[in-house]
């Protein structure tokens, strides 16, 4: 069964990215619109394109000094997964820009001549694309380091960790780099566009809206992906490594008639599973066409839930696992759809029109509505985390929350194609205000967007609690290591080392957001400064006799964000190294420990704040708030709500995720070093 799983996993993973081709391919077949129409959308590409390709020259010198160091000081094994890690990141985001910067145009053309359910296939196909090249890298990847390393597993999980770190390294620099790069252009052109002249969202004039364009690609498509797929290679990586230190006694009394090349393999089997599940929903989806946008995203949803689960309990009782590894995965399953349920519920139920009619009073009481909205609605999900902790430890034990955690993101091809269905729609609908395509296709492609805003909260929702099971996984996978290598090690709060290393821990988190949302904050103010000045300098530029510099709002972002992206991931590399040098293990715990408990509950709050307040906004520009109506004061203290939360929810939330995994996977390499 090892054999199998060896061959199994890259040839799953094959396939998959032979399906997400397949459909990218099918994708370019399609019509893409007037002349206009992709003019637009070529300089949308063009500009995510090149912010890429410099984002990732500025990554890559990180990653060769990084990997020389490894291979140095852990070894070349180590060093050549870590750059392997790296480059599948890197690989994953050209191609989920690749995809999405093809797929607006096409998703607006299709709105515009076939109508809304052509639009509808156009843009869940195109994510479905990017969601299952997300999953497969990993399959084959992995899958491959396990046949390489020849018969003995422990080999394997020696030096699979390499992998996790380069993925989390070099998705830290995307989300950060992509995060402030999307939301200054999207700030810039609200502040500017919105408020100071009271023009629509979108709208071509605006210098600023094609760096929004730009943005919501490498934010929310690059950034995103790069996230998601580092939550899941570090999943499978912890579930292997704890594997690895079972000792066989344990692994036959416990979990079955398996060894443990056999357990180290299980996690690789679900995700199989899960690519499989994924797939299967994309067909239903496509058969069901009749299905409107928004009943045809729960379908797919449920059906790759429920196809997972009942395929994993299959695969588990034909292997002759214990039935309490299925109570693991089905705990990180269900505890995953329903914390991304509770951040929907939130963020685009009642509370966001509590928050809009509070701004009615001023941008003061939206803000404190939004606030207070916030901190509510980070409680929920922690109880149910805590609940998916305490119920996967009870069964499997540490091994259990790993497999929580594999559970959880099994089906991230899914997970994938539910997010990115966002920044495609919204793409789409930005296109079709630029192109002037009329009001009828405009409420084809906004009915759409409103779908995407709903759906990018569940790829949120996962992220968070993926974040947490991972850097909990990692964090037990350490102290595992420790014990393994005789170091005595303690995480108990009465140690004046451990308590001092919980505080550190919370005190990284707390300073790279400041470093987060000030970068923004420069970002911003430069792309406001620079609108305004065309608006005020370009002849005819309002009234629509002028030709907006769209170029120069690119190159503010992007310069912004490559020069604010380093220090964070620098913080997040080099802090753990340097407590567990100088304090020790007990301390270095601590440290991972305090950053898991205040990154996870301080992501959840700034995430959800910030979905709550564009979600007020959106509420009073579609004038479902009475007498209200865009332009308004209430409409104005929305917008500035939003800016506010824009940073909290797109970049300085979701860097908070990666940070703690990063941390976690670098006190794990360095146990021989301490």
Not at 147 to 158: I, L, P, Q, V
Not at 197 to 214: M, Q, W, Y
Not at 419 to 440: F, R
Not at 575 to 586: F, H, S, T, W
Request: glycine fraction near 12%.
């Amino acid at each position: 069964m090892v054999f199998d799983v060896r061959i199994l996993a890259p040839a799953a993973g094959l396939v998959g990215a032979l399906a997400a081709v397949i459909l990218f391919v099918l994708l370019l077949r399609q019509p893409a619109g007037t002349e206009k129409m992709r003019a637009i959308a070529e300089d949308i590409r063009a500009g995510a394109m090149t912010f890429l390709k410099a984002q990732f020259a500025r990554a890559g010198i990180f990653l060769v000094v990084i990997a020389a160091l490894v291979a140095f000081f852990l070894g070349p094994w180590l060093a050549f997964t870590f750059a392997l890690g790296g480059l599948s990141t890197a690989l994953i985001g050209w191609f989920g820009l690749s995809v999405s910067t093809r797929a607006n145009v096409r998703t607006s053309e299709a709105a515009r001549s076939t109508g809304a359910q052509a639009a509808l296939r156009s843009s869940l196909n195109s994510a479905a694309a990017i969601g299952l090249f997300t999953s497969s890298i990993p399959l084959i990847v992995i899958g491959g380091l396990f046949y390489f390393f020849d018969t003995n597993g422990k080999n394997f999980a020696s030096v699979v960790a390499g992998f996790s770190l380069g993925a989390s390294a070099i998705a830290l620099y995307a989300r950060l780099g992509g995060g402030i790069f999307s939301t200054a252009a999207d700030i810039g052109s609200d502040l500017a566009g919105k408020v100071d002249r009271g023009i629509p969202e979108d709208d071509a004039r605006n210098p600023g809206v094609i760096a929004d364009s730009v943005g919501d690609n490498v934010g929310g498509i690059a950034g995103m992906g790069a996230d998601i797929f580092e939550s899941f290679v570090g999943a499978i990586v912890a579930a292997v490594v704890l594997a690895s230190f079972l000792p066989e006694q344990v692994i036959r009394s416990r979990f079955g008639g398996v060894d443990s090349d056999l357990l180290m393999g299980l996690p690789l089997f679900l995700v199989v599973i899960g690519l499989g599940a994924s797939l299967f929903a994309t067909l239903v989806a496509n058969v069901t066409r009749k299905l409107s946008a928004s009943k045809a995203v729960i379908v797919v949803e449920f059906v790759a839930l429920l196809s997972f689960l009942g395929a994993s309990l299959g695969l588990l009782l034909s292997g002759g696992y214990t039935l309490n590894i299925f109570y693991s995965v089905v705990i990180g399953a269900v505890s995953g759809y329903v914390i991304g349920k509770i951040i929907q519920i939130y963020t685009n139920g009642g509370t966001p029109r509590s928050v809009a009619e509070a701004a009615r009073s001023g941008v003061a009481t939206n803000f404190m509505a939004g606030l207070a909205a916030g901190f509510e609605s980070a409680s929920w999900p922690l109880i149910v985390i805590a609940a998916a902790i305490v119920g996967s430890y009870l069964c499997a034990g540490a091994f259990g929350i790993s497999l929580a955690a594999v559970g959880m993101l099994a089906t991230i091809a899914m997970i994938m194609t539910l997010d990115s269905y966002g920044p495609i729609t919204d793409n789409a609908s930005g296109i079709a205000e630029m192109a002037n395509l009329g009001a009828d296709v405009r409420e084809i492609t906004d009915e759409l967007d409103t779908l995407g805003n709903r759906t990018a909260t569940i790829g949120k929702g996962f992220s968070v609690a993926a974040a947490t099971m991972t850097s909990l996984s990692l964090f037990l996978a350490f102290e595992q290591a420790l014990h393994a290598r005789g170091v005595a090690s303690s995480t108990s709060v009465a140690e004046p080392k451990v308590f001092a290393g919980i505080l550190a821990g919370a005190l990284i988190v707390l300073f790279v957001s400041s470093v987060t949302i000030k970068a923004v904050a420069r970002a911003a103010a430069k792309v406001v400064v620079e609108i305004r000045r065309q608006f005020r300098e370009i002849p005819g530029l309002l009234n629509g006799t002028g030709t907006p510099d769209n170029s120069r709002c690119i190159q503010i972002s992007a310069e912004a964000a490559l020069k604010e992206m380093n220090l964070p991931v620098i913080i997040a590399v080099v802090a753990p190294i340097l407590v567990g040098k100088l304090a020790g293990p007990d301390a270095l715990g601590g440290l991972l420990v305090g950053a898991i408990v205040t990154g996870v509950s301080l992501g959840l709050f700034m995430s959800n704040s910030g979905g709550i307040w564009a979600s007020a906004r959106r509420l009073v520009e579609l004038g479902s708030v009475a007498g209200e109506r865009r332009g308004s004061r209430t409409h104005q203290a929305t917008v500035i709500g939003d800016s506010v939360g824009d940073p909290m929810k797109d970049t300085a939330g979701p860097a908070l995720n990666i940070l703690i995994k990063v941390m976690a996977i670098v006190s794990l390499l360095i146990v021989p070093l301490i």
